[in-house]
């Protein structure tokens, strides 16, 4: 059940922006001191809640970031964390949720990719349609996307206010459309309805990353071709939706319906319209 409107407002009384940006620089100081991925591939042994191997480098980053979340704690918030390596933490209340992937793209972080980001979502209630803030650090660039509910969204420090409508080829179909979760398996089956769809792929390898492209339109959508988890979307979708874009679980009743949990629930897909998010929508995901 979502929080009343008092207690919202006394969630986002807390400094969760100072908060994800003190996490980015101890994940940065992880990176510089695991500086290849001869040190990046490293297993802890583990294997995290959210279900895969958990290296070295994603407990170092998760340490960072819940470094930050006791000290909000101390200060007198409370909520459950939820993270991809820890699984559930309580920290005072189950009312409001904090929703973690400490690197996603780790893929990417342990190759030497470009694109790995630390993504965190705060909500009052237990869906997608409940987060509140989201926060988007993309490693690569160097490029901070945040949002909060009714406030816009804004990518380092300056608002999306007038995001690009998207671009077609002059067949119809969308111009750039970004996919993840990109299993050569899953791509050959989703093969015809994306020749339908779009005249040109990227797959960036974070749907977190991913996503935010569709807020500024540096991508005309984006979709996932398997079932997505809350950590690798919760706060991407809410910097696409305050960026005024579209988002939608396609497995879900309600498009926002997806739980804030540790399962795959659904496919996601993100535009910068109905159209193009109805379009995006039909694509085959395993």
Known sequence: MATAPGARGELLSFDWLGACQRAVEGLREVLVENPTSRERVIETGERGEGGDQTLVIDALAEDAVFAELERLHAGGARFTAISEERGYVDFGSDEALVVIDPIDGSMNAKRGLTHHALSIAVADGPTMADVVFGYVYDLGPGEEWCATRGRGAMLNGVALATAPPERRKRDG????????SADPRWL?????????????LRAIGSIAVSMCQVAATRVDGMATLWKC????????????????????????????????????????????????LAELATLPAA
Not at 173 to 180: Q, T
Not at 188 to 200: E, I, N, P, Q
Not at 244 to 264: I, K, R
């Open 188 to 200: 050959a089956a989703s093969s015809d309805a994306l020749v339908r769809v779009t005249g040109r």
């Open 173 to 180: 179909r969308l111009e750039l459309v970004a996919i993840e």
């Open 229 to 276: 988890r809350a950590v690798d979307a919760a706060a991407a979708q809410l910097v696409v939706r305050e960026s005024g874009g579209c988002v939608a679980f396609t497995a879900m009743e309600d498009p926002l319906g997806a739980p804030l949990d540790l399962e795959p629930r659904s496919p996601v897909v993100a535009a910068r319209t109905e159209r193009a």
